[in-house]
């Protein structure tokens, strides 16, 4: 079994070096010259990352293995593309070729991890049924409910505005106002539209994270260590690997900073408007 003893440790390396050959892969199809510039080690690294944070969540939860696969594909590509695309539409970065290039051998990148962990990473039991997680999650969806998912969107949207513009050395105002200013006049879109990017990147991430919820019972501080890590290590950390020669380095540092502050500090909101302790 890959689940326990050096299998625990197979695994994930086994999924790292899954990531970056089905990402150079689909990259030398796209881009040759892309791809050549592209470091396997870092993409290994990424993808062992992203192993040892699905880890826990994979092989504890008694999903079937069509429900881990629709699940965590649409959880990585969530907090990983989708949230590259809404933080570029946020900075006012324009959608180039390379970015395309780079972004859709990405997707093919994390759907297979989700295939590769699910057959590395079973769970002993397999009960989950991709109906009965849709009837969990409607179940769980009432007004209050709605309330809570709508407060942690704006949490997520008002830590990321506080963090950038307290921690991002980029901006020239050497206040604290002065920089928030500065983030929310960044064109092409207005205060308005970021603001509710922001929000509904903060909904978008709570919805992917109630599953887990509903089937990972933990106190509270171990579901925050493993939910802020697991969307820490997706969204910031493990890009941030995969991209290591093509960011500046103290730029790297402070998004990586800024990165693990805001999913840890959502992530504890998110925990303490939906754990449940284990019982």
């Known amino acids: 079994m890959l689940s326990s003893g050096i299998g625990k440790y197979i695994a994930p390396t086994a ?49 079937k293995r069509t429900t881990s696969i629709l699940f ?13 695309i809404l933080r570029r539409l946020i900075w006012g970065i324009p959608f180039d070729n390379t970015f395309w290039l780079l972004l859709i051998p990405e997707i093919i990148a994390v759907v297979f991890v989700s295939i590769l962990a699910t057959i590395l990473l079973p769970s002993p039991q397999q009960v989950i049924t991709p109906g009965m997680l849709w009837r969990r999650v409607q179940k769980e ?5 709605l309330l809570k998912l709508s407060g942690c ?12 513009s307290t921690f991002d050395e980029s ?4 206040f604290w106002t002065g920089r928030l200013q500065e983030l929310l006049d960044l064109p092409p879109i207005s ?7 922001l929000w509904g990147q903060g909904i ?34 493990s890009p941030a690997f995969a991209n290591f020669q093509r960011i500046e ?20 909101g998110t925990v303490f408007c939906f754990g449940r302790n284990k019982k």
């Open 171 to 174: 901006f020239a105002s050497p």
């Open 141 to 145: 969806i009432n007004m209050p409910a």
């Open 249 to 268: 380095p103290l730029l790297l540092v402070d998004q990586v900073f800024i990165g693990f502050c805001l999913h840890f500090l959502f992530v504890i």
């Open 15 to 63: 999924l790292g070096a899954g990531y970056a050959i089905s990402k150079m892969l689909s990259l030398r199809v796209m881009d040759t010259e892309l791809a050549i510039a592209q470091d396997f080690t870092y993409q290994f690294l990424a993808g062992i990352l992203l192993g040892f944070a699905l880890r826990p969540v994979t092989n504890q939860i008694y999903w």
């Open 72 to 84: 965590f594909s649409s959880f990585l590509l969530i907090l990983g593309p989708v949230g590259q």
């Open 204 to 237: 978008l991430n709570t919805l992917i994270l109630l599953p887990l919820f509903l089937f990972f019972f933990r106190e509270k501080v171990e579901l925050i260590v493993v939910f802020g890590s697991l969307s820490f290590v997706v969204a910031v950390f």
């Open 191 to 197: 205060t308005q539209e970021k603001v509710l990017l």
């Open 153 to 164: 969107g704006l949490l997520y949207a008002m830590l990321f505005l506080i963090l950038q």
